[in-house]
């Protein structure tokens, strides 16, 4: 009976979707050493979230406009470099969340700031669903036509520069689609817990892959194992969906880990 | 733009090119032209802005004063001074060699470099001097009109490095591109050079190899003959540790000279 209703299936869609375009993402953030920079675009998505409300936005549509806006303010702020890369989004990361905190509970806005945090998988309604594929179409699409140049950029920037590929709108295009990854992974596991998505398959897959596009497969492939066993985890046990399907991820990276330990 | 296209025209001139970055001078000065086929090395102590000035050249960097016109459609081949490359990142020598080059046969790419046995190596696991094949390589596979390269043989050890030299000889011969390279050691690239550009900070002097070695201002940056391989402390530095731009500015005592002439006269 439980397999007839269709939160179950929105959800399982959902997450499938997610984990789908965040492997190959995931991927740019391992190599490009991006987590903080995924922590900073998250975090500030409370933000995006409180905006919307006062604003009568859709949630993942102001998400997915704030997290633009802060993205490409972040791609200036690092071209000026007076402070560390580091430094200056740790500042950032953890004030936005904080910020984003504050004004939903001095707003008084109803919302529930537990499944804003950790995800609230279960209840993705059909418009989630859509504007969630529509977002990973984008994501896929742009990653597909991209995908030399994004590997160029990463491997040596002035060399990519030197050879024509223009890096300046290539670094612009991957922040557009990690804020767009952002906003519709807000749903599936929270704003705390998007990095982990993010990073985790990734950085499973590097020890199964030979090139690129193995990595950013089995990436997406491990992903969308991780929400499987999650959301499985989730029903069986009444455990929340976005934690346990991050906790699976855990679980998978750990299994590969003992795996190459034991060869 | 101006250039006509025609090949004796000079593929890169630079004009009255200055680099300011927080008050700081980096690159002042800088007036020089790169000719077809012809090789081009870049020397100087460290700090002197050799790299900079590279970056100048390629359009890196934007200057903050003078220009630097390229002819139009200018192919160039980088190598830059090192690949980082992350180590989660899976990658082959083969494929990176192909990455965005269309018709690139890594086994002739790899070959002209002497390095045929690394086509299924992993990017992350070359040494040093490997890689250095690796990204001369890939330079090279571009066709380029102008080879830009960044201390060629760093991480090479000696008995390589005139190998690597000689290489990039080799290169220009056969692809007939100007190549223009900075090293940190005149006497290695000698030979195999045409036109040496001492800089520091400004361009101290130039011309050709053996002629710059006897150069007063290349004496007074790098020491005598006699200990070709010391220069690294023969700059002179101020009290926070800084290069004192004193290139071309003889009135100073040189500390390298001093104690050569206390040896000569105790003998």
């Not at chain 1, 700031?113 to 977002?135: E, F, H, I, K, R």
């Not at chain 2, 003959?225 to 100073?252: F, I, M, R």
């Amino acid at each position: 009976m439980l397999l007839h209703s269709h939160f179950l299936w929105y959800a399982l869609a959902a997450g499938l979707l997610v984990a789908l375009v965040s492997g190959p993402l995931g991927c740019f953030a391992v190599w490009r050493r991006m987590a903080y920079f995924g922590d900073t675009l998250a975090h500030s998505a409370l933000l995006g979230v409180t905006l919307g409300f006062l604003l009568h936005i859709q949630p993942t549509l102001a998400v997915g406009a704030s997290s633009c806006l802060l993205a490409l303010m972040l791609v200036y702020l690092q071209r000026r470099q007076h402070l560390s890369v580091d430094t200056l989004l740790g500042i950032l990361s953890h004030s936005m969340l904080a910020l984003g905190i504050v004004t939903v509970s001095l707003l008084d806005i109803n919302v529930d700031l537990l499944s804003l945090l950790l995800g609230d998988l279960l209840a993705v309604s059909s418009q989630d669903l859509l504007l969630m594929l529509a977002a990973a179409a984008v994501i896929a699409l742009l990653l597909y036509w991209l995908w030399p140049k994004l590997l160029a950029f990463t491997l040596h920037e002035e060399l990519a520069a030197v050879e024509g590929v223009p890096v300046e709108k290539i670094r612009l295009a991957l922040m557009l689609m990690l804020a767009l990854l952002i906003a519709i992974a807000m749903k599936v596991v929270g704003v705390l817990l998007i990095t982990a998505l993010l990073i985790i398959p990734a950085a499973t897959a590097r020890r199964l892959s030979q090139t690129p596009e193995q990595m950013a497969g089995f990436a997406a492939l491990i992903g969308g194992i991780s929400v499987f066993l999650g959301l499985s985890a989730s029903v069986l046990w009444n455990t929340p969906a976005g934690p346990s399907i991050v906790l699976a991820a855990g679980g998978l990276f750990l299994c590969g880990q003992l795996r190459k330990a034991r060869d | 733009m101006e250039f006509p296209l025609n090949s004796s025209e000079p593929l890169i001139r630079a004009q009255g090119l200055g680099l300011e970055i927080a008050g700081r001078q980096l690159l002042r000065d800088i007036t020089l032209q790169l000719q077809p086929a012809e090789i081009v090395t870049v020397i100087g102590p460290n700090g002197a802005g050799k790299t900079t000035l590279l970056r100048l050249l390629l359009g890196l960097t934007r200057p903050t004063s003078g220009k630097v016109q390229r002819r139009p459609g200018l192919r160039m081949g980088y190598m830059p001074q090192r690949l980082q490359i992350d180590a989660t990142m899976p990658m082959t020598v083969g494929r990176f060699l192909q990455l965005g080059i269309e018709g690139v046969r890594v086994a002739d790419a790899l070959a002209r470099v002497g390095a045929p046995h690394l086509a299924q190596a992993r990017l992350a696991d070359l040494s040093g001097g490997e890689m250095q094949r690796v990204l001369l390589a890939r330079a090279a596979a571009r066709k380029p009109q102008l080879l830009v390269l960044d201390e060629p043989t760093q991480g090479v050890d000696l008995g390589g490095q005139s190998e690597v030299y000689q290489l990039i000889a080799q290169l220009r011969d056969e692809l007939q591109c100007g190549v223009l390279l900075v090293s940190h050691d005149l006497h290695l690239v000698m030979a195999a050079t045409d036109r040496v550009l001492c800089v520091n900070q400004h361009i101290c002097c130039h011309g050709h190899p053996e002629q710059v070695s006897r150069d007063p201002a290349y004496l007074e940056l790098f020491g005598d003959k006699l200990a070709p391989y010391t220069h690294q402390h023969n700059h002179h530095h101020d009290l926070s540790g800084e290069v004192v731009d004193d290139c071309c500015d003889h009135s100073h005592g040189h500390a390298h000279d001093n104690h050569n002439h206390g040896g000569n006269s105790a003998q």
